[in-house]
């Protein structure tokens, strides 16, 4: 009996060891599976806050890229500077952190282009104990890239109005957004100022009530700025317009395409009023196809120091490889002053000064064609937009190779390509010269 009672308390101790066993090891699969959720919530944390700072890239691009100054001189409302462009970006991160339970203080986010002229890139890190069913705390780390890859740059990007009066189609122009058959009016307008040597440009266009609010909170009066709700913009039927050199032929010319100068004290305001009434039901019916061509559409963003005999071979390859016509006309008059017998010591040759094996890379036979080359120079941007993502970067590739800007992914820090970046901006008026590309926010694998 003795022995039998001793081995019924070894075999109890046993089951009480097993059972304790048993308890760690599911208390070990809790742990574990806390930590792989509390993984899994960090990264989803870590996606939304890049892709929130990517979003308000994208939302603050066209204000970014819009001029300082209006074409009267006065300083632009719409526009701003790199710094709080960032800034903006960081915030919407940062308040997309503290909706997810992270910690904002535990969130580094960086701009990975943050050197480039226009960034649409983001990267967050979190490191974030995050608090898990049964009072467990978890500590996980996390890391997303987000980026709003350059899509096609024609002038005949279209998209959706939102937050505004109007809520139907938008077609851009100069990167500013107007109803279908104002665009198709404003083509016909500008191309019969081309004709009569007047370069028109879109200084704004559509305008949600979001941002008539902060374009009204900067400048409180109504006689120059109309209180949210009140605009016209809202309607995707006003469009401010420069230079300042083109007011007069505007008060003389502009009602023959439809439109009327709204106000006599703005000389750069006019409202189309030969289709559907601003903000009516008609008007959100109009069609994206009344927008016009994309030709006619690029005629309006070529610079006036374009020669003549070039403005047209320009034009079709912009159209052809879908790259800004205002860069490509930045690049000849850089690369060589739009002289087709151009040549340098390097051995680079014709208006767009093409190497040799470039040149065949790109089925360029002769150089010294300028057609030819402007064509192939278009196809070469193309690719390069397409690869780098932003016109600076294409621009750097043009200069000094992809190489070693793919290295950095920034513009090298050679002085002649910084150099040709920056005067080939500055040329065309900045980034601002460009139409807006399409823009989408996505992860970056």
């Not at 005949?156 to 851009?172: F, I, K, P, R």
């Not at 994206?288 to 690029?298: K, L, N, R």
């Not at 016509?325 to 340098?344: I, K, Y």
């Not at 064509?375 to 390069?384: C, I, K, W």
Request: glycine residues 10%.
């Amino acid at each position: 009996m003795r022995r039998i009672r001793s081995e019924s308390g070894q075999a109890l101790i046993l089951a009480l060891g097993g059972s304790l066993a048993l308890i760690a090891a599911a208390l070990a699969l809790v742990a574990i599976a806390g930590a792989v959720t509390g993984k899994g919530r960090a990264q989803r944390a870590a996606d939304l806050v890049a892709i929130s700072a990517v979003r308000s890239m994208r939302d603050d691009l066209p204000r970014l890229l819009s001029p300082a100054r209006l074409a009267d001189g006065r300083p632009n409302p719409e526009h701003i500077d790199k710094a709080v462009y960032l800034a903006r970006a960081r915030a919407a991160a940062l308040d997309a952190a503290g909706e997810n339970e992270v910690d904002p203080a535990r969130v580094v986010l960086g701009f990975p282009d943050a050197d480039s002229f226009a960034p649409v890139r983001a990267k967050a890190t979190i490191v974030a104990r995050l608090r898990e069913s049964g009072g467990h705390r978890i500590e996980a780390s996390a890391v997303a890239e987000a980026a709003a890859p350059y899509g096609e740059a024609g002038s005949d990007a279209t998209g959706m109005a939102t937050g505004g009066g109007y809520g139907g189609s938008l077609v851009y122009r100069d990167g500013e957004g107007m109803r279908p058959d104002v665009a198709a009016a404003y083509d016909r307008m500008a191309a019969a100022a081309r004709d009569d040597g007047i370069v028109l440009t879109v200084v704004s266009g559509f305008r949600s009530d979001a941002e008539q609010a902060e374009l009204f909170a900067a400048h409180p009066d109504p006689t120059w700025v109309a209180p949210p709700g009140h605009s016209l913009h809202r309607c995707a039927t006003e469009l401010d317009l420069g230079p300042s050199s083109a007011y007069a032929w505007l008060a003389a010319d502009a009602s023959r395409f439809g439109f009327t100068q709204r106000y006599s004290w703005e000389a750069w305001h006019y409202g189309f009023d030969a289709g559907p009434a601003p903000c009516s039901p008609a008007g959100e019916a109009v069609s994206a196809s009344g927008g016009g061509t994309a030709f006619a559409a690029a005629s309006t963003s070529l610079p006036s120091f374009v020669p003549a005999r070039y403005r047209e071979p320009i034009l079709r390859s912009a159209a052809r490889w879908q790259v800004p016509p205002a860069l490509m006309a930045g690049q000849l008059m850089a690369e060589s002053g739009f002289d087709p017998t151009a040549g340098s010591p390097a051995g680079a040759q014709g208006i767009a000064q093409f190497i040799p094996s470039t040149a065949a890379a790109y089925g360029l036979s002769n150089p010294y064609d300028p057609v030819a080359a402007i064509d192939a120079e278009a196809h070469l941007m193309s690719d390069l937009l397409r690869q780098f993502g932003s016109p600076e970067l294409a621009l750097a590739a043009y200069n000094a190779g992809p190489a070693p800007v793919e290295a950095c992914h920034c513009i090298p820090p050679y002085p002649e390509t910084q150099a040709y970046v920056t005067r080939i901006l500055a040329l065309i008026g900045g980034a601002g010269a460009i139409a807006m590309p399409s823009f989408e926010v996505r992860l970056v694998a």
